[in-house]
Each structure stands twice: as C-alpha cells, then as structure tokens.
C-alpha cells in the first residue's frame, strides 16, 4: 500500500546543532524523494530531492541519505538555526513515478531554539 | 521561475453555497495538477490528480461529485466544492508539474483557507 512513516513528530534543537528526521516507505517501485518545508500558514516548499539511483545528495546545510534496502530516507540538517523552525514533510512516489503524485509523510515540527 | 498561484487566497461562505478555486502555473505549462487538502496541524493529504483535456482521478475516498475539478487548459485547473458545508472547512493547496524538464517535481501554491459558516 501507499503509506509512509516519519519520525520524529516533534524535534527541539539547540541553534547550532543538527537535526536528523526520517522516513519509510513501503512501495519497493518509489523513485523520488523529495523533502517539503512549511512554515505556518504558507505553502510548502521543496528542500532538496534525492531519486532512487543515488544513495546521498548535499545542499550547503542540508542533506539526504536514501537506503533503498531498508525502505527508508533521511534529511539532515547542519548548524540549524532559527529561520530552520518549520515543519518538515518527506514525500514519495509510489508506483515508480506512473502518475507523478506524491504520498507525503505526517510531518515533523522543528523548533530551533537559539 | 515555477511559480504557481492561487485565487481566491481565502475565502468565506455560507453552508450549502458552492466554492470555486483556481490555481495558475504562471511561468510554465502544467499536464497535470494536483489538488491537496490540509486540516490544522496534520499533513497534506492527496484529493485527486488533474490532467489536462482529461477527467480527473480522485482518492479513495473523495466524492468527486462534491470536489469537481476542471483542468481546461495546460495553466489552469479548477476545483469546486459544491453544497460546502462546515466539516469542508479546510486548508485546500494545488500543485504543478512542468511538461518539461523535472516532471516529477510538483511545485505549490500558495493555498486557499475555506472557512464554511
């Protein structure tokens, strides 16, 4: 089925420190990643994106490890700061990318507490 | 670049009355759209898939006689919530994928509140 888990939920961070969410998914056929930021009340908006036939992929703070074995992905986020704060959704698409839609994850609030 | 929009912004209304909402790719040609529907404080939960010249494929789950959704043109897509009432109050978001280049990222817009009275 099309389902996606996501840990943690809530996430308070020291400004400076890093902040680890991840994801897993059960559809063996996903081939695209992508991680959404949203801040309150405002759209979401892509981070960063990893397809399947790559293992890692890195912009400046922010990073994406995929493990296509275990089913699972992770977006990691270095010397957090304030502006971080948001809520983090993982997403993928099932079936190989046939319809391009995407199954997002419950989504991780991150407090970056400077 | 990629930007899409949405109108109304918000938007209030008496139960049983009919909302239309519309969202635009402004800088690009969209096949396919996707309508999105978020309630405070969970995620964003997929309502149906929209393609141009083409009927739309709703989620288990979603009336689509209650959420009529129009893609007529590759900019334009439209989604009517029809006989609204309080439960359908709800954060409602579309998105785009380009015709060319990265088909499969899906670019946001920037929502609609729907508070039904």
């Known amino acids: 089925g099309e389902n996606v888990e996501q840990h943690p939920s809530t996430l308070s961070v020291q400004e400076g420190d890093s902040a680890v969410i991840k994801c897993t998914y059960s559809?063996?056929?996903?081939?695209?990643f992508p991680w959404y930021k949203q801040e309150l009340g405002k759209r979401p908006q892509l981070i960063i994106d990893?397809?399947?036939?790559?293992g890692e992929k890195k912009d400046q703070r922010i990073a994406v490890t995929l493990n296509k074995t275990a089913k699972h992905f992770s977006l990691h986020i270095t010397e957090t700061q304030p502006e971080d704060s948001a809520v983090y959704f993982c997403a993928e698409t099932p079936n190989g990318g046939a319809t391009n839609k995407l199954i997002f994850g419950t989504g991780t609030l991150l407090a970056v507490q400077p | 670049g990629a930007v899409v929009s949405q109108h109304p912004s918000w938007v209030i209304c008496k139960s049983g009355t009919s909302v239309k909402i519309e969202c635009r790719s402004l800088?690009?040609?969209?096949?396919?759209m996707f309508w999105y529907r978020q309630f405070p404080k969970q995620s964003l939960m997929l309502m149906a898939t929209?393609?141009?010249?083409?009927?739309?494929?709703?989620e288990q789950g979603v009336e689509k006689d209650k959420f009529l959704i129009n893609h007529a043109s590759l900019t334009l897509s439209t989604l009517t919530v029809t006989s609204a009432h309080p439960e359908d109050s709800s954060f409602y978001i579309c998105s785009a994928t380009p015709t060319s280049g990265r088909r499969e990222t899906q670019y946001f817009g920037p929502g609609t509140r729907l508070l039904v009275l």
């Open positions: 800088d690009f040609q969209a096949t396919t």
């Open positions: 559809d063996s056929a996903s081939n695209y």
């Open positions: 929209s393609n141009e010249g083409s009927k739309a494929t709703y």
């Open positions: 990893i397809r399947s036939n790559v």
